[in-house]
C-alpha cells in the first residue's frame, strides 16, 4: 500500500470535518478567515437525522478498512473502547463512539461520522503516560460533541452517501487509494483538495483543547498530559524534522497553544494518577507486535528484563511471554505467565493468554475449563468470550460455542468479530440457516449492507430453515432493505 497521510478528515453529508489527532488544523473554506469562530446559526445542526449519520459511519468505515490496517485483536481494541468510553462519561457529552485500533506505527489518531474514533498503534507507544493518550481520545471527542465538523461543509449536504463517505475516506487516508477500487482513484484526488478546502479554524483546535483538558480532569486524569504531550511533540520535531509524527509536520503546535492548554490546565490544578496496568499491558503488547521475528521480539524483552529496562515488570514479563508464544516456546511461555496469573487471577490478557497458550499446545479443553469460570463471572467481556468460543471450536465443540456467543451477542451486539466467528460455529455445526444469518450480521457490521441482504435471502430458501427462525430472519431482513431503500432515497 502507497503511504498515507493519516490525519483525518471527517465529513458528514450535511459537513464533515477533519478530526485529526491532537493538532490538526485544517482549512476553512477558502472565502471566510481561517480564524472565525464556527456559524453557530448554520442548519448544519439539523440537517442529519440519526439514520442518515449511522449510515454515513458505516459506509465510511467500509473504506477504511480497505484502506488501513483495522487491528481484530478484541483484548487491544476492548482497552481502547473501555478507555473511550470513561473519557465519553467524564464528558458529560454522551453519545454513539467506537474506537478501534489502527495496527500501524504512526502517531496519529482520526474520528470519522458517528463517532468513529481510530488511534494508531503507534500513538499508544509514543505516549509515556495513560494521561497523555487519554489527551488526544479526549481532544477528538470535544472535536465531535461541538459539531465542528457538521459546520464546516455544510455545502456538500447534497452529496450522495456513498460519494461523501468515499470522499471522507479519501481525505483521512491522504488522497492515496487502490486504483482497483474503481471511483477510488478520483475521489482520493478529490479528498486531497478537500483536505486543503476544509479545516478546523484555530478557535476550533483551542476549543477542543479546552473541552479536553476538562474531560482529563474530570476523568480523574492529570489535566497537565495534554500540554505536556504537545510540548514533547513538539521538541520531536525540532530535534528532528524526518522522525516528526506526520501530523506535526503539517501543523505544528504553537507555543501560543502550548500555552493556551498550560493555563486551562492551571484552573484544574496538578493530579497524579497511576497509569493502568490495562496500558502498561497493552504498551508490552504492541511492542512485541512490532517485531516482525518473533525471536527478536523474545531476545529484546530478555535482554530489557536482565538490564531491568522497563516501566513495569508485570507488563514486561506478558510482552515476554507473548514473544515466547509466538516463537513456539510455548513450556516457557507458560512458565513465564504462571506467575502473573497467580499475583493477578482475573486479568483479562493474562487469562486470553493462557487459553491461546493450551489451544496451540494442543490443549484446547483446558481452554475451555480455564475459561468458563471467568466468563461466568463476567459475562460481557469480550476478549473472554471470544477466547472461550475458540477455544470450544477448538475442542470440536461448535454448537457449545455457537451458544456461548448468543448469549454475548445479547449482552454486546455490533461487534463484527463475533458475528463471524459465529457464523463459523453455525457453519461447523450444520446450522446452515444460521450460518447465512450470522454471516448477515458480519457483513452489515463492516458496512456491507447488499451483500448482508443477500445472506439473509439465501437463508429464507433453505427447505430445512423452521418457522420461528425463518420468522426472525425475515424480521431482520425487512429492516435492512428499508435501510437500503431509505439510502437510496437519500442518494
Not at 467506537?98 to 500513538?123: K, M, R, S, W
Not at 440457516?433 to 447488499?450: D, F, S, V
Request: charged fraction near 20%; proline fraction near 5%.
Amino acid at each position: 500500500m502507497a503511504a498515507v497521510n493519516p490525519i483525518a478528515r471527517f465529513l458528514t453529508r450535511a459537513g464533515w470535518l477533519a478530526l485529526a489527532i491532537t493538532l490538526s488544523v485544517l482549512p476553512a473554506p477558502a472565502a471566510t478567515d481561517p480564524f472565525d469562530l464556527p456559524d453557530f446559526g448554520s442548519s448544519a445542526d439539523t440537517v442529519m437525522t440519526r439514520a442518515e449519520e449511522r449510515d454515513l459511519g458505516q459506509e465510511f468505515m467500509k473504506w477504511v478498512r480497505k484502506a488501513l490496517p483495522v487491528s481484530s485483536d478484541p483484548v487491544l481494541t476492548d482497552y481502547l473502547q473501555t478507555l473511550g468510553q470513561q473519557l465519553v462519561a467524564a464528558s458529560g457529552n454522551p453519545g454513539h463512539y467506537e474506537f478501534f485500533l489502527i495496527d500501524e506505527p504512526t502517531v496519529n489518531a482520526f474520528a470519522g461520522p458517528d463517532g468513529h474514533i481510530g488511534i494508531f498503534a503507534g500513538l499508544i507507544l509514543a505516549a509515556q503516560t495513560e494521561g497523555e493518550l487519554a489527551a488526544v481520545i479526549a481532544h477528538e471527542l470535544a472535536h465531535v460533541s461541538q459539531d465542528h465538523l457538521m459546520r464546516s461543509f455544510e455545502a456538500q449536504r447534497q452529496m450522495a452517501l456513498p460519494a461523501t463517505a468515499l470522499l471522507l475516506a479519501a481525505a483521512v487516508l491522504g488522497a492515496t487509494v487502490d486504483s482497483n477500487l474503481g471511483a477510488a482513484g478520483l475521489m482520493g484526488v478529490q479528498g486531497a483538495a478537500a483536505q486543503k478546502q476544509i479545516n478546523f479554524t484555530r478557535a476550533n483546535e483551542e476549543e477542543a483543547d479546552r473541552i479536553g483538558i476538562d474531560t482529563l480532569s474530570r476523568a480523574g486524569h492529570n489535566p497537565y498530559a495534554m500540554p505536556g504531550f504537545f510540548q514533547r511533540l513538539a521538541r520531536t520535531n525540532r530535534v528532528s524534522k524526518s522522525e516528526a509524527p506526520e501530523f506535526l509536520r503539517t501543523h505544528p503546535v504553537t507555543s501560543s497553544r502550548i500555552a493556551d492548554a498550560l493555563n486551562r490546565a492551571r484552573q484544574h490544578g496538578q493530579r497524579q494518577r497511576p497509569d493502568s496496568l490495562r496500558f502498561h499491558l497493552a504498551r508490552a503488547n504492541l511492542r512485541q507486535q512490532r517485531e516482525s521475528n518473533p525471536t527478536r521480539a523474545v531476545e529484546h524483552f530478555e535482554k530489557t528484563l536482565e538490564q531491568g529496562r522497563y516501566r513495569d515488570e508485570t507488563a514486561q514479563r506478558y510482552g515476554y511471554a507473548l514473544a515466547l508464544m509466538r516463537a513456539g516456546r510455548l513450556d516457557a511461555a507458560r512458565q513465564q505467565l504462571a506467575p502473573l496469573l497467580d499475583a493477578h487471577p482475573t486479568q483479562t490478557e493474562f487469562l486470553v493468554l493462557q487459553a491461546e497458550i493450551d489451544r496451540r499446545a494442543g490443549q484446547p479443553e483446558r481452554a475451555v475449563r480455564n475459561l468458563k469460570g471467568p466468563v461466568g463471572l463476567a459475562p460481557g467481556n469480550w476478549p473472554l468470550n471470544q477466547a472461550y468460543a475458540q477455544a470450544l471450536m477448538s475442542a470440536s465443540r461448535p454448537a457449545e460455542a455457537l451458544s456461548a456467543l448468543e448469549r454475548f451477542a445479547a449482552i454486546r451486539p455490533g461487534i463484527a468479530s463475533i458475528y463471524e466467528l459465529m457464523a463459523d460455529a453455525a457453519g461447523t455445526s450444520g446450522q446452515r440457516a444460521l450460518n447465512y444469518r450470522y454471516r448477515a450480521e458480519y457483513l452489515y457490521q463492516i458496512g456491507e449492507l447488499e451483500p448482508a441482504i443477500r445472506q439473509l435471502q439465501l437463508a429464507l430458501r433453505l427447505n430445512e430453515i423452521d418457522f420461528h427462525l425463518a420468522s426472525k430472519i425475515q424480521v431482520r431482513l425487512s429492516e435492512l432493505q428499508a435501510q437500503e431503500k431509505a439510502r437510496e432515497a437519500r442518494d
